[in-house]
C-alpha cells in the first residue's frame, strides 16, 4: 500500500511539469471531478486536500532532505491525502478511486517493466 500511495504521488507531480501548486490541484480536482462526478460542495473540499498535499510535497521536494526522506515523506502525504478524501468522498466514490488508482499504478509497473527490458 505504501508503494501505492508513494507512486501516485510521484506520478502526480511528474505528470504535472512547470504548472503552479494551484493550477496542478485544479488539473488534478477536475479529473477527480469527471471520475467521480462530485458534487460542488466535494469539489471544493478535494481542491482544498489536492492542493495542501500538494504544496507539502512541493516543500519536500526543494529541500536538503534525502532521496529516501523524501520518498517517505511523500507516502506520508499519500496515506494522509487519502484518509481525508475518505472523509469527503461516498463510499462508491473512494472505491472507484482505489480502483483507478490499482490500474494506473499496474500500467506503470508494467511500462517501467518494458523500459527496463529495452534497456537490458
Same mark, same amino acid.
Given at each position: ?22 493550477? !496542478? ?12 462526478? @462530485? *458534487? &460542488?460542495? =466535494? #469539489? ?30 511523500? !507516502? ?12 469527503? @468522498? *461516498? &463510499?462508491? =466514490? #473512494? ?26
Amino acid at each position: 500500500m505504501k508503494k501505492i500511495l508513494m507512486l501516485l504521488a510521484l506520478a502526480l507531480s511528474i505528470s504535472v511539469g512547470a504548472q503552479t501548486a494551484e493550477e !496542478r490541484a485544479t488539473t488534478q480536482t477536475d479529473k477527480m471531478k469527471t471520475e467521480l462526478n @462530485l *458534487t &460542488a460542495e =466535494q #469539489y471544493t473540499k478535494v481542491y482544498d486536500i489536492n492542493l495542501g498535499i500538494i504544496i507539502k510535497n512541493d516543500d519536500t521536494k526543494n529541500s536538503k532532505y534525502s532521496d529516501e526522506v523524501k520518498k517517505e515523506i511523500h !507516502r506520508s502525504n499519500e496515506h494522509a491525502r487519502r484518509a481525508m478524501l475518505k472523509d469527503v @468522498l *461516498t &463510499a462508491a =466514490q #473512494y472505491e472507484l478511486l482505489e480502483k483507478k488508482v490499482k490500474k494506473a499504478l499496474k500500467k506503470k509497473k508494467r511500462e517501467r517493466a518494458k523500459n527496463k527490458e529495452v534497456k537490458e
